[in-house]
């Protein structure tokens, strides 16, 4: 819990999209779930469900905090590196000149690259942070411009042959800023990164600048240099203030603009801090830039834990500085499921329950148990630095003074990991790697349920439960204890998800939503999850370790009953569960010797448990993997596009927040560039 930030948490689902969805109306199975895919990315869509039943002021208060996500939006590209901003500009008016008219492989190839420079916010790639390679001759490109008006392209940043020769050295240069964010040790990272944080100074210069600033006797240090760029001018060192009067003050100006308006909606006071304080406290801190407000800004905020909507907005995250003192602008917005933070508590509320019912020995039980109930939420507008490429969950603030003494916000977004989900549907991937039409039925009809049942039980309750042996500290297990721990609270869920208990409860209709579990759960520690890991490479990650151990145990024991069978047809592999309610049985058996291990601390069983069957990867089986992966296509990055929100007016009144899911990825950048467009080429 050190470093704490916007988590990609990397669930099963979105990476093996091994699992599926929950029931659908025929409105669901019609929406378009993905609506672009180019070079190793695809684009897609979220919805937000239960939007409608918001009340009138809480969409209104959706609507402004959106504005204000949408606002900054320039203040990224520039960050990421100082000619992201007039080369997308020209980008879009070679695209809006020739769209219709032009076409083939060289077009092709333009306007790839355009929706790449969108998605990364930038002309690097927004993962491995390399400068794009276009794909279309220079030639080309000249053409293509030579009868692109001037009206249309950014002379802001400078005449038309400067603005020209400084694009193309940009797109056709590789040697010319390669990497976004160098983080090579023995290189002068500021100089060798292309990121727009360091002007003028040195790797060295900029670490004694910020040396000379921390006073090491400060028990509640600001974030040093967060949110500026630092400049040498005239020999002289300082910063330049990323604030409404400051630099990018046009766009904060906006983002003010609507948090002012978000100000007069803020929801009626339910906890020690009204929200209208939080963003009273973010106006404050947008205007003069001092980071002692921002913080006053971040104690509040985490207190808010009732309202329903909420909302982050600001130079948050430092990943992209190779120094890790400047944040890039990103934008949240979000509300409460209440549906799935309902079936979380309920869960919570049962723990004790659980606790006395599992198969663990009695004496490694808790005789107090108490449940967490995780806040569930669901994303309503996506900005800056989260948008199109989105966290899953969220975890803020990050400054460690605050996370001491306040604590921090914990919650995962339900509607991107179902987009994720849904959207992964029909890419072939089940009629791939599931034998028997059954069980691709229900991982159709129950995979997302029992997806987020399995995650709700290993993380309210499996972590939580059982206790240690008197005189056992908790960290024998050493390297094996973070493989082990996950295995115990993974084996919870499992167990529990079978259990008739979770029927009683209203969560599940029947053992069905289990088996669906179960087979995918299978088949992807068994095999399919080995598409992740290079060729001639074991299991390192302790959550993939774990799925590794439970499956490959639990696969050796039933081999006499033939309870989960690896079948072969027509030269591929299949996992087939045969008896689930064996499985069921398995999977109990090795939650209580999980728990005893780490019960008693017993680092050589525990050693053994994770040598024996998390580690070693099976060539042949994996090469197989890859190779059927590979024919399959599925690109490896995702992202959103918005929805789109109008605000419904009669006699000058608004009366409600329409949503609607019609944009493509190219309308919704082409029109964002048009109406956020609130800062210069040249910054
Ligand atoms: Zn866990």
Redesign the pocket.
């Known amino acids: 819990m050190k470093r704490a930030l916007i988590t990609l948490i990397m669930c099963s689902i979105m990476l093996n999209t091994s699992s599926c969805q929950g029931d659908r109306s025929t409105e669901e199975n019609d929406f378009q779930w993905i609506v672009d895919r180019f070079d190793d990315i695809r684009v897609m869509r979220y919805r937000v469900p239960g939007f409608e039943r918001l009340s009138l002021r809480q969409k209104e208060l959706l609507y402004y905090l959106g504005e204000a996500a949408l606002a900054g939006r320039d203040i990224l590209y520039d960050q990421n590196f100082k000619y992201n901003l007039p080369v997308r500009r020209t980008l879009e008016a070679i695209y809006i000149t020739h769209n219709g008219q032009e076409s083939g492989p060289e077009w092709d190839a333009l306007v790839t690259y355009l929706k790449k420079v969108w998605f990364a916010n930038g002309v690097h790639h927004h993962y491995s942070n390399d400068k794009f390679t276009p794909l279309f001759e220079e030639a080309y490109f000249d053409r293509l411009l030579s009868s692109t008006p001037d009206s249309l392209l950014p002379l802001d940043f400078g005449p038309r042959d400067t603005l020209i020769s400084v694009v193309k050295q940009v797109i056709f240069d590789p040697t010319f800023y390669p990497t976004r964010v160098n983080q090579t040790a023995g290189a002068d990272l500021v100089a060798t990164s292309a990121v727009n944080f360091y002007e003028g100074v040195t790797q060295s210069e900029a670490e004694a600048f910020y040396a000379n600033m921390a006073d090491p006797n400060d028990a509640t240090p600001i974030s040093y240099g967060l949110n500026s760029r630092l400049v040498k001018q005239n020999g002289k060192i300082q910063e330049q203030v990323w604030k409404e009067d400051g630099m990018y003050g046009p766009a904060i100006q906006r983002i003010t603009h609507w948090l002012g308006k978000a100000l007069e909606v803020a929801e009626v006071p339910l906890a020690e801090t009204p929200q209208k304080e939080i963003i009273e406290a973010l106006i404050t801190y947008y205007k003069s830039g001092n980071l002692r407000d921002f913080d006053r800004y971040n104690v509040l905020w985490v207190k808010d834990t009732l309202s329903t909507v909420d909302f982050v907005n600001g130079f948050i995250e430092t990943y992209n500085d190779p120094l890790g003192y400047k944040a890039s602008w990103e934008a949240i917005t979000n509300y409460k499921d209440e549906e799935a933070t309902r079936r979380t508590e309920i869960i919570s509320n049962e723990a004790q329950w659980f606790e006395d019912h599992s198969p663990v020995d009695p004496r490694y039980k808790k005789a107090q148990v108490k449940g967490v109930s995780a806040k569930v939420i669901n994303v309503a507008m996506l900005g800056g630095d989260c948008y199109p490429a989105t966290p899953i969950g969220i975890n803020l603030p990050n400054a460690d003074w605050i996370r001491r003494d306040y604590g921090s916000k914990s919650v995962t977004i339900q509607n991107i990991t179902d987009a994720y989900d849904k959207a992964s549907e029909g890419n072939g991937f089940k009629e791939e790697f599931v034998l028997r039409e059954e069980d691709r039925e229900r991982m159709k009809t129950y995979g997302s349920l029992a997806d987020n049942l399995h995650t709700d039980l290993?993380?309210c309750l499996?972590?939580g439960s059982g206790q240690l042996a008197p005189g056992v500290k908790g960290d024998e297990l050493k390297q094996y204890g973070s493989t082990l721990?996950?295995t115990r609270?993974?084996l919870f869920g499992l167990y529990y998800l079978g259990d008739e208990k979770l029927v009683e409860l209203g969560l599940v209709p029947s053992f069905d939503v289990a088996k669906a579990e179960y087979a995918s759960y299978m088949m992807n520690g068994l095999m399919t999850q080995l598409a992740r890991i290079r060729p001639g490479k074991n299991v390192e990650e302790a959550?993939m370790r774990n799925r590794k151990l439970i499956a490959t145990w639990c696969y050796e024991k039933g081999l006499p009953e033939n309870v989960v069978e690896m079948v072969q047809e027509e030269g591929k592999t299949y996992v087939v569960v045969n008896d689930f309610q064996r499985l069921r049985e398995l999977f109990g058996e090795l939650l209580r010797e999980v728990q005893r291990i780490k019960s008693e601390g017993d680092f050589e069983a525990g050693r053994e448990l994770v040598e024996r069957y998390g580690v070693q990867v099976d060539p042949k089986l994996h090469q197989e993997v890859l190779e059927r992966y590979e024919k399959l296509n599925i690109a490896p990055y995702g992202g959103f596009v918005n929805p789109q929100y109008r605000l419904v007016e009669e006699n000058g009144k608004i009366v409600d927040v329409e949503v609607s899911y019609t944009e493509d990825y190219t309308d919704q950048m082409l029109r964002y560039s048009r109406e956020y467009s609130l800062l210069p080429s040249r910054n």
Do not use: K, L, N, V
Request: hydrophobic content about 10%; glycine content about 12%; overall charge negative.
């Open positions: 290993h993380e499996g972590h721990e996950e609270a993974d959550h």
